[in-house]
């Protein structure tokens, strides 16, 4: 079993940054896809960015790219999202998740964990 918990969310003005961890415990040698989904208010929970173990490989939603940055330490066995030029719609609870398949991976279908979750909010 892997256990997931996110950190770093809150609330921040349009144009400004946040920087999201996940600290990964238990059987993290299992591990090896990572991501990021978040879900906002009424809506279903999307994909936002995924990691391969290696960390070499990313792959992010058109809604973020080149604005979120997704990395990971191994040796820490913690995830990062760090989110720039945030805007109002980019306000969601943000989950991380894990998995084991090799690879990138954008569907929720293919992840095996899932942490509780962090509030983002964006104010405009």
């Known amino acids: 079993q892997v256990h997931l918990v996110e950190s770093g969310g809150g609330l921040v003005q349009a144009g400004g940054s946040l920087r999201l961890s996940c600290a990964a415990s238990g059987r993290t040698s299992s591990i090896s896809v990572m991501g990021w989904f978040r879900q906002a208010p009424g809506k279903e929970r999307e994909f936002v960015a995924t990691i391969d173990w290696s960390g070499f490989n990313t792959y992010y939603a058109d809604s973020v790219k080149g604005r979120f940055i997704i990395s990971r330490d191994n040796a820490k066995n913690t995830l990062f999202l760090q989110m720039n030029s945030l805007k109002p719609e980019d306000t969601a609870v943000y989950y991380c998740?894990?998995?084991?398949?090799?690879?990138?991976?954008?569907?929720?279908?293919?992840?095996?964990?899932w942490g509780q979750g962090t509030q983002v909010t964006v104010s405009s």
């Open positions: 998740a894990a998995g084991l398949h090799i690879g990138v991976r954008s569907s929720a279908n293919d992840y095996d964990y």
